[in-house]
Nanobody
């Protein structure tokens, strides 16, 4: 069993900052790409940012220059630093990770999400 648990969401004012954290635990042999996705009410779930095991990040155009993704491979954690937040960033943010378990193959796991609300 593998679990991803997000934390750090909440209510923040326009142009404020938040830092999201996600911790992976359980039967983990190795973790490849980790990432953050978000889903606003009535919208599809969209990519926010990903980071490879080697630390190479990728961002959605809408968050470039404002958000920064990082990870701690020793702790099996991924972070999302969100600056200059806008009301349109309001969404449930989900952690995602490509994890290889003792079964022998990798698959993608999701956390349950953490709500970020940006007030204008």
């Amino acid at each position: 069993q593998v679990q991803l648990v997000e934390s750090g969401g909440g209510l923040v004012q326009d142009v404020g900052s938040l830092r999201l954290s996600c911790a992976a635990s359980g039967d983990i042999v190795s973790i490849n790409t980790m990432g953050w996705y978000r889903q606003a009410p009535g919208q599809q779930r969209d990519l926010v940012a990903t980071i490879t095991s080697g630390g190479s990040p990728k961002y959605a155009d809408s968050v470039k220059g404002r958000f920064s993704i990082s990870r701690d491979n020793a702790e099996n954690k991924v972070y999302l630093q969100m600056n200059s937040l806008k009301p349109e960033d309001t969404a449930v943010y989900y952690c995602n990770a490509d994890i290889k378990t003792s079964v022998g193959y990798g698959m993608y796991y999701w956390g349950k999400g953490t709500l970020v609300t940006v007030s204008s």
